[in-house]
């Protein structure tokens, strides 16, 4: 038993110090493995990147390094910094690995010409890089809360910084974030949602959440609170110090507008009544002591004022926008959004300046079957189009929320569903579109497709379930008679969500369909009627369906099981998913399969990247030197070219 017990010790042991090389290095260690090749595959085989003019996706903070606004750092909601030496026009994405969460602020030390920059990021605390954001490392010791709201820096004490934070209050740094201390804890409270300071460094303003504003006038070491014009104290959301003026202070809260100061806080004017709405997040004065302020709202308007009472609407972003915050540059504003960067020079005529900020969230892809270079890609912000075979994309419908995209064979309609439960449809290649609605069951369109030969028909798969059009995505009928949706008893009757399907290209008429987390149906009539296939699969989860159309041999893709392969119809399966996972490298949901002309078949997966197949998928092999991320959403094959879209960037495949 001793004997036993040795054993038994030495390999908990050995699991633990397993646990602590992956928790340290070994994680690190086996994601720099993934994103290569497999030792068989031929040298010189690259994923490239096939998405310049993909531009835009949120962007959450804007911070400027320079006297004359020209060096410029904008974070994303996914903690991806950018850098702009030209005032935000063009923009360069920084390599440093990113948290996940979304940047709150960004301040940058002027006197390391752009090399140290920290950052509050929400859900992972304060970050500091001093190799201008190539590297970051965390520097959150004496942070109370990783929940990080807003940051400053006085412009002349940058070895000063405050830190809000929504759970644990201020906290102040005087060692250029490398360590912190909070201050205010007694009067300022736990939520913070706004900071600023003087130029010194001597006068700072701090916005609540709960008890209104409150001023320091020895650098954060007393604090008194400031009486505003609303009321009861509000929620202050945005403060701004005129740097031409610093007695002159500018504050937003929400429902009641804004609150303008010339004396430092102690007197105040209004905005008048009616004048802006209730959700305003952020305000800026106008650059170089010119008369104006801007103010963001959360509904995504920016507004102007030349005095700070009256207000005039200026731009809008389209619906489901947000404003974040405001930055001046140089002799200019620019708006940090949730459509990218917008710019202006005057604080009233607002345009894109998202050049270079790859932060679209890409949904699918699709080629013209008359026309190989020419691309659609489905994005949150609206259908882009490539006309030279995915070297360069510019947005040509409207900007909206677009989950999938499908061009049909004449090789000028291209429908997009959106997920507001609509189509757009156009007929001359996506130049002019119109919106369809009627008949389509659900919210989100996120699967289109048409039978591959005979009449133009179309399918469209929603989260509530199928819809058959039968004049080339101009009208549309939900034909869902027998999916059958069923759950335990007690449970919450869910949607008929449909997951994936695939028209069978030897029979017209005849589909394969996942239901959501409810396995396989078939039709054989367009769907008028579905019937349940007895599968089987170890799993009812399936993700992605296609078909070699040479010998209609189908391929399934799991959430966790990998791939299955049927070679009767659907009928049975087997399943086939040998070098999709490691033990340390699992897959994830294969997201999508293709099957190329020279039969080698291409799975998308969630975790793992790209495999290919060049045995009918009974061998899997990584294929992903190149890839810039590993969740693969969308991959397609189009005049001999392969393509592979990720959640940000699309690429494409070199050999040589």
């Not at 004490?157 to 209050?169: M, V």
């Not at 510019?394 to 429908?415: A, F, N, W």
């Not at 919106?435 to 469209?460: E, N």
């Not at 294929?623 to 001999?640: E, T």
Request: charged share 15%; glycine share 14%.
């Amino acid at each position: 038993m001793k004997h036993v017990g040795r054993i038994l010790t030495a390999v908990l042991v050995v699991f633990a110090l397993a646990v602590v090389w992956y928790a340290r290095s070994g994680e690190a260690v086996v994601t720099r493995r993934v994103f290569t090749n497999a030792a068989s595959i031929a040298e010189g085989t690259i994923w490239v990147r096939s998405d310049k003019g993909l531009f835009g996706g949120p962007v959450t903070a804007i911070a400027n390094l320079s006297s004359d606004g020209a060096v410029v750092y904008a974070g994303t909601r996914e903690d991806k910094i950018y850098v702009s030496s030209d005032g935000g026009s063009d923009w360069t994405p920084l390599d440093g690995t990113s948290s996940g969460h979304y940047v709150a602020g960004i301040e940058v030390d002027p006197r390391a010409n752009g090399r140290v920059v920290g950052k509050a990021v929400y859900g992972a605390g304060f970050f500091l890089s001093e190799d201008g954001g190539q590297t970051w490392k965390n520097a959150s010791r004496g942070l109370g809360s990783r929940s990080l709201s807003c940051l400053a820096s006085p412009a002349g004490s940058p070895d000063t910084l405050f830190a809000g934070t929504g759970d644990a209050g201020l906290f102040i740094s005087r060692d250029g974030g490398r360590s912190w201390s909070r201050t205010g804890r007694k009067d300022l409270g736990d939520r913070i949602a706004a900071v600023d300071a003087s130029r010194d460094g001597r006068t700072v303003y701090a916005g609540t959440q709960e008890t209104g504003l409150f001023v320091s006038r020895d650098g954060g070491g007393t604090w008194n609170a400031i009486v505003l014009p609303f009321g009861s104290q509000p929620m202050v959301m945005g403060i701004d110090i005129d740097p031409a003026d610093e007695l002159r202070l500018a504050v937003t809260v929400t429902g009641g507008g804004i609150g303008l100061s010339k004396d430092g806080g102690r007197a105040w004017v209004t905005s008048r009544k009616g004048s802006l709405p209730s959700d305003c997040v952020a305000v800026e004065f106008l650059p170089g002591g010119a008369p104006g302020l801007v103010l963001g709202t959360q509904s995504g308007a920016l507004y102007f004022s030349a005095d700070g009472l009256d207000w005039q609407l200026t731009f809008q972003l389209p619906d489901g926008g947000h404003v974040f915050g405001l930055g001046r540059s140089g002799m200019g504003m620019l708006a940090a959004t949730s459509y990218g960067v917008f710019s202006s020079r005057d604080g009233m005529a607002w345009s894109e300046s998202s050049i270079g900020i790859t932060n679209l969230t890409l949904a699918g892809l699709a080629a013209s079957p008359v026309d190989a270079d020419v691309l659609y890609a489905a994005t949150d912000q609206g259908v882009f189009r490539s006309t030279d075979a995915g070297i360069s994309w510019s947005r040509c419908s409207e900007s909206k929320g677009i989950i999938s995209v499908l061009v049909l064979q004449d090789g000028r309609t291209v429908l997009a569903g959106t997920s507001v439960g609509s189509v757009l449809r156009s007929v001359d290649g996506g130049d002019h579109w119109i919106t369809v609605s009627h008949g389509i069951p659900g919210v989100r369109v996120s699967i289109l497709a048409s039978r591959p030969a005979g009449p133009t028909i179309v399918y469209a798969g929603t989260d509530g379930g199928f819809a058959v059009s039968n004049d080339a995505g101009l009208t549309w009928e939900p034909r869902n008679i027998g999916l059958v949706v069923t759950t335990p008893a007690g449970s919450p009757t869910p949607r008929t969500e449909i997951a994936a399907f695939l028209p069978d290209t030897a029979t017209p008429g005849t589909v394969i369909l996942s239901l959501l987390g409810q396995g396989l149906y078939i039709t054989k009539d367009d769907g008028n009627h579905w019937k349940r296939l007895q599968s089987s699969m170890d799993t009812p989860w399936i993700d992605s369906l296609a078909v070699d159309e040479e010998t209609d041999r189908f391929y399934a893709g799991t959430d966790t099981k990998g791939v299955y392969i049927s070679q009767d119809g659907g009928a049975t399966w087997s399943r086939s998913s040998s070098g999709l996972s490691t033990i340390l490298s699992v897959s994830g949901a294969v997201n999508t399969i293709a099957v190329a002309p020279d039969d080698i078949v291409y799975a998308g997966t969630q975790a793992r990247g790209v495999a290919m197949s060049q045995d009918d998928g009974a061998i899997w092999q990584r294929l992903n030197s190149g890839l810039p991320d590993l969740d693969v959403r969308c991959i397609i094959v189009a005049g001999g070219g392969v393509f592979a879209m990720t959640a940000h960037g699309v690429v494409r495949l070199q050999t040589q």
